[in-house]
């Protein structure tokens, strides 16, 4: 619910200080006490404010679904967008008032929906043939929602970096990475922080550093990218050197904002030496932190603290899920001590915006852009024989995911030097989402769009057999360990260990199975190629994407592989390419059970 804004009569019962002189009361002292009044009023000595937080927002403007050309509907009821988030936004500088209110983001903003491809590759941004490009949808709503700064997010490099400079040109805010760091000069390649001021009539202003920092996992997800350009060192290395920075400024609250968890963990495992999801970390490690906006890991954590190990102070940290779902606030109360402010409670919460209406004012501005890419993912591309569904993708060898192998393998064995095109050739492809389905009859954008929903590249890397095996054992932790005569229940078999469906690698090209009767790393079972069994000295050319091929994941000896392909087309773009030079998608073109889910070798389905 919307705050209050404090009356005058609860400001001065509030700041009032009662005096011995006031106690002894009397009429020579009556007019004194009113000046005191009377100064007190104009010289407060307590304060509140508040900082209002999204992040992974991911190019969602509108309450809408460009997969399923719908509203967005879920289970939970959630609506997305921020020109929802607006209209809460505004409640609360309403509520609180205009000058006490601060607007962050914590990064992941110009990626994740057919709106973010169309400006980054269909009408970009950066312009073409020498024409100006347009506004990104994402810059002119949160220029209007009036954002003091926003972090960055690992996805903010998913189109190169000179999109990500024109984004940042056109917002009217700072984007803060402290640890992106130019590769030749190590010194910051954009904002490290930014420092606000709350405006206290007849007192001093409470200076609010913001810092921001990212996800050192760029390094590895957009090495095409960022290699040789950028670095990204730790969150906690970068912290402890800005955060003493920013209390020299005399900054009175320190605020950060981390594209990065909070729960220490790293899904690349050793890939890089720094932490991941390390706000936790940040916390505990870096005196002088008040609180944390916490991105990346799509959650939402409405409030959590964690004690600081070298002063015992508590920073406060909130998480405001993604995609618009819901909005942190964090609640300030301060008091002036010696002429500085200093905070005495703080308190963070989410609000779900499902309950208000889109901000009219938004809908204003980019109804036009919207309708734009509605007409691009209704483009039929071609036709469908079958209805193809990705329903039972995660524990079934479906023909939708063999879609997706036979783009890669195609493409990759094209691209292939004479040498290495007479290896044989597989193909790794998580299942993103189940949802999907392309149905029988025409084939649009959307529909491709829906089943490959991330703008990965593709590459071939070569592993040996024995390399090829730890991989697949690697991917079949997805599976929770069901014995022998036990029931496999759909609904608890997968998402072992955390590993989300994004992360589970299916493969074609080889024959195995998946034996979940097993305890994890001895499940791949049968394991062969074109009817005989995989030697470990073998080699094969892997057909993978780019997040997973630069070590995305955490998979075992994939990161470190030779190269034998690599492309700058997103892999979705070429599954459009393939419907749209064949006409049809026929199953039979591609359809292969080549694995399977076994319980001591007995077929699970």
Not at 41 to 52: E, G, K, Q, V, Y
Not at 243 to 253: F, Q
Not at 319 to 331: A, H, K, N, T
């Amino acid at each position: 619910m919307p705050l209050s804004p404090m009356n005058r009569r609860e400001f001065v019962k509030k700041t009032a200080v009662t005096g011995a002189a006031v106690a002894a009361a009397g009429t020579a002292a009556a007019a004194p006490a009113q000046a005191a009044e009377q100064q007190r009023d104009c010289h407060p000595r307590t304060w509140s404010f508040s900082i209002l937080g999204t992040t992974d927002l991911h190019s969602h403007v509108f309450d809408w679904d460009y997969y399923k050309d719908a509203a967005y509907t879920d289970k939970a009821g959630n609506s997305v967008g921020v020109a929802r988030v607006a209209t809460l936004i505004k409640q609360q500088r309403e509520a609180k008032g205009e000058h006490r209110v601060l607007l962050v983001d914590a990064g992941d903003i110009i990626q994740g929906t057919s709106l973010a491809y169309y400006f980054a590759r269909i009408d970009p941004i950066t312009g073409t043939g020498g024409k100006k490009g347009p506004r990104h949808p994402m810059a002119v709503a949160m220029n209007h929602m009036r954002y003091d700064a926003a972090a960055l997010g690992n996805h903010e490099f998913n189109y190169g970096i000179e999109v990500l400079r024109k984004f940042e040109s056109q917002c009217h805010f700072p984007l803060l990475g402290a640890n992106a760091l130019d590769a030749k000069t190590l010194r910051p390649a954009f904002h490290p922080y930014t420092v606000k001021r709350i405006r206290v009539p007849g007192a001093p202003d409470i200076k609010v550093g913001i810092l921001g920092l990212t996800n050192p996992g760029i390094a590895l997800w957009d090495k095409d990218n960022v290699s040789g350009k950028m670095v990204f060192p730790g969150l906690v290395e970068q912290a402890k050197k800005y955060v003493p920075r920013l209390r020299a400024l005399g900054c009175d609250v320190v605020f950060l904002t981390d594209h990065s968890g909070l729960d220490g963990s790293s899904s690349y495992g050793d890939e890089l030496p720094y932490v991941e999801n390390a706000s936790n970390l940040v916390a505990e490690q870096v005196p002088g932190i008040d609180a944390i906006l916490v991105g990346h890991t799509h959650v939402e954590v409405p409030s959590y603290t964690v004690k600081n190990a070298e002063t015992g102070e508590e920073v406060l940290l909130s998480e405001p899920y993604c995609w618009g779902y819901r909005l942190s606030v964090f609640d300030f109360e301060l008091e002036l001590h010696h002429g500085q402010w200093k905070v005495t409670s703080k308190k963070a919460q989410t609000l779900n915006p499902n309950s208000v209406d889109e901000d009219p004012e938004i809908k204003q501005l980019l109804q036009a852009d919207h309708e734009l890419v509605v007409k691009y993912v209704n483009t039929a591309v071609g036709t469908c024989t079958a209805d193809l569904s990705a329903a039972e993708s995660c524990w079934k060898d479906v023909p939708i995911m063999d879609f997706i192998h036979k783009v890669q393998m195609e493409n990759v064995k094209a691209g292939l030097s004479t040498a290495d095109a007479a290896l044989p050739l597989i193909s790794m492809a998580a299942p993103f989402s189940r949802t999907a389905d392309i149905p029988q009859g025409n084939v649009t954008i959307k529909d491709i769009a829906g089943l490959y929903i991330y703008d990965n590249t593709l590459y071939g890397k070569k592993l040996t057999g024995a390399q090829l095996k730890d991989y697949l054992e690697y991917a079949a932790k997805y599976y929770h360990q069901v014995p022998a005569g036990t029931k496999v229940d759909t609904a608890t078999l997968t998402n072992a260990n955390s590993f989300w469906d994004y992360m589970y690698d299916t493969a074609a090209g080889v024959d195995f199975e998946i034996d979940i009767a097993q305890p994890e790393g001895s499940r791949i079972k049968n394991l062969s190629y074109n009817g005989k069994a995989v030697a470990d000295d073998q080699v094969f050319v892997v057909a993978v994407n780019n997040y997973r091929a630069n070590g995305g994941s955490g998979y075992p000896h994939i990161a470190s592989a030779p190269n034998a392909y690599s492309s700058t087309n997103e892999i979705r773009q070429l599954m459009i390419d393939y419907v749209t030079a064949k006409k049809t998608l026929n199953p039979a073109d591609f359809a292969v059970t080549n694995w399977k889910l076994t319980q001591n070798g007995t077929p699970v389905f």
